[in-house]
């Protein structure tokens, strides 16, 4: 079945460090990626998403491309800021039927001055 | 435009009592989802609806749980009676019907079983 592994956390960095999380998933079809993020104290929302093999998904400097031949949907960016903290999530979905979205465990990612 | 609404935000009950919670959808969308995210873990799938019909519920422990969305707008979903396992953030998002729509998520609402 459809599965998303992600890299385990908590991720601490210092502000303007780089930021990388891993995912890789399993899927039967040609899923789209997505990545979400949850604030503390907020609903999920959507940070970027990629729909077929090599598109890159990008949003407020972060950007995870789309890689079929290593099933991975890596997050990355450049400079963090005390703001990006909060827990990522990594998650697919399949084009066909019901498009339900199965999620990673999350990283818990924490950004200091 | 209006979010995915929530209620209540918490909860806490003692275990074998009823918990229900409410959630209303961004307006026009179709398709409404629940979804029960344990400490830890990603959000997983309770049940889908289309309108006010049920397109997937596989994964909804039917001996305990139930939801409705009787005029395919607002939605309940229900625990009687409750474990001290379903502790969990019930997750409320919905989506307008139909391609590869975003799905919006609500605040959630924190459930505690004593």
């Known amino acids: 079945g459809d599965s998303v592994t992600q890299m385990e956390g908590p991720v601490t960095l210092s502000e303007e460090a780089f930021l990388t999380i891993n995912c890789t998933y399993t899927a039967t079809g040609y899923p789209s990626l997505f990545w979400y993020v949850q604030y503390p104290g907020e609903g999920l929302q959507l940070l970027l998403k990629a729909t077929k093999a090599d598109d890159k998904g990008s949003n407020k400097g972060f950007e995870a491309t789309y890689r079929k031949e290593t099933t991975s949907f890596h997050l990355e960016k450049g400079s963090v800021q005390v703001s990006d903290s909060a827990v990522y999530f990594c998650?697919?979905?399949?084009?066909?039927?019901?498009?339900?979205?199965?999620f990673g465990t999350g990283t818990r990612l924490t950004v200091i001055p | 435009e209006a979010g995915v609404a929530q209620s209540p935000r918490y909860k806490i009950i003692e275990k074998r009592q009823s918990v229900a919670f409410w959630c209303n959808p961004i307006s026009g969308h179709a398709t409404l989802y629940w979804y029960q995210q344990i400490l830890g873990q990603g959000p997983k799938l309770l049940i889908q609806?289309?309108?006010?019909?049920?397109?997937?519920d596989s994964q909804l422990p039917k001996d305990r749980f139930s939801a409705e969305r009787l005029k395919g707008v607002d939605s309940t979903l229900k625990i009687q009676p409750a474990k001290l396992e379903d502790s969990a953030v019930y997750l409320c998002?919905?989506?307008?019907?139909?391609?590869?729509?975003?799905?919006?998520f609500g605040p959630g609402t924190r459930l505690t079983v004593l």
């Open positions: 998002a919905s989506r307008l019907a139909g391609g590869r729509n975003e799905q919006f």
């Open positions: 998650a697919l979905s399949e084009q066909t039927g019901a498009n339900n979205l199965f």
């Open positions: 609806f289309q309108n006010n019909g049920v397109v997937d």
